[in-house]
């Protein structure tokens, strides 16, 4: 029974972190760049259509229905991800960044981004396949980039004194550094290399201790509020390059 618990959660958080890379590929080769090989879309455009509500229609449409897919999906996940032998084991991780992406609301505005990225390929090149290719490419890099800046995105805690000493339980340690009396950082990779003689290393080089930024579980809004802000602004700014794009290609 929980084997298949925890099974269906791994399947899934792929899915949400993945999804944003097929719907961009789908945008880029269906939603914009077949219409452009083929001509269709500016024989709509000379009739009753105009080229911005062509878009906006798609968009919406699209938009509208892959956000309430996800919007249902998100919420099952982290309830799915809250019951206690999870909570209470090591599984649990809501630093790791497929988790923190598929629990909040960062995973429907990354497929809005997706959604937008690959409409405005489509229109940018006017051939499927390369829309497909050059919006997936960009996409996966947006999804592998982006978790990078998620703990910068929010002030992070500090504590000071030995290693891990003062973070709390489930935190998200963003950095580790040791610093000398006079607070310069000094390295101390070869002093982990053996714990057992981790504090004479220590005190020749004269570390006094370690100060570690961190973010606490309770930083888990802020910072998904943070990237979805990122996110959307990310996607205004594409769909109104796009609109301009339009503007320029039709009379």
Known sequence: MWSIHVFWLGWTSVLLTGLPVAVAAWAGAALTGAEQERGTAALAWTQS?????????????????????????????????SVP????????????????????????????????????AGLLLRRSLAALAVSAGVMF?????????????????????????????????????????????????????DESAFRQCADA????????????????????????ALVLVLTATLAFAALRLLRRRTP
């Open 85 to 120: 032998f999870l909570t209470q084991s090591g599984t649990y991780d809501w630093a790791d960044w497929v988790v923190f992406t598929a629990s909040g609301p960062v995973t429907p505005a990354l497929l809005l981004l997706a959604l937008t990225l690959g409409a405005y």
């Open 49 to 81: 259509v105009s080229p911005r509500r062509w878009i906006a229609v798609k968009w919406a449409v699209a938009g509208g229905v892959l956000v309430t897919g996800v919007g249902v999906l998100v919420p099952l996940y982290v309830w799915a991800r």
């Open 141 to 193: 890099g947006a999804v592998q980039g982006l978790p990078q800046l998620i703990p910068y995105l929010w002030p992070a805690e500090r504590a000071f004194g030995g290693l891990g000493e003062g973070v709390p339980s489930g935190a998200w340690r963003v950095s580790e550094t040791a610093l000398d009396a006079r607070g310069r950082p000094v390295p101390m990779g070869e002093c982990l290399l």
């Open 205 to 228: 080089k004269g570390i006094e201790g370690v100060e570690t930024l961190y973010h606490p579980v309770s930083h888990a809004v802020p910072l998904h509020l943070a990237e979805t």
